[in-house]
């Protein structure tokens, strides 16, 4: 491991890093960083275990992978993806299909959020991470408003409107 150098020790990068995929994982993670001072990252070693990518990422000690989607109806798909590799955080990356789409599908991307949250209860996900136009915004558990979903739709519209232009 190695420490980058623009975050330091904020943002390890692994030598074994897979490096068809590490000017995208490294964008992402910036994204990341630049929105949050609470967060490390670690660009894991690349390797490939029972037809299953390893995790790309270890964010605050939890495994991750970036899911680069082509539109909102993969978020559950990257959330079971995820899920497979045995992650607790997914990074939702916007950025690297979506640009400039973000902005028009705010409500549906919200919508599609809400509906993962069994993934947050069940502590199958405990975090997620949106990035858009390098930035980013956080989701977990405390996000949801159980008791009223159309509330925390409109959280996320919200947090989502941040990242977009």
Partial sequence: MYDDAEYGRRLRISQGADLSELAHNRRAAAAILDSFDD?????NPHFILSNLKNPEYTINGLLGDRKGIHGYKGIAT???AAKEQGCKVVVI???MHMSGRVKSKISKIAQKLNFRYPDFLNHDIEV????CNDSAIRIALSDFVVSNPK???KKFEDQIKKIAR
């Fill in 39 to 43: 967060v490390e990252i670690k660009i």
């Fill in 78 to 80: 990257a959330f079971k």
């Fill in 93 to 95: 990356d916007f950025d």
């Fill in 128 to 131: 997620c991470y949106l990035v």
């Fill in 151 to 153: 509330e925390t739709i």
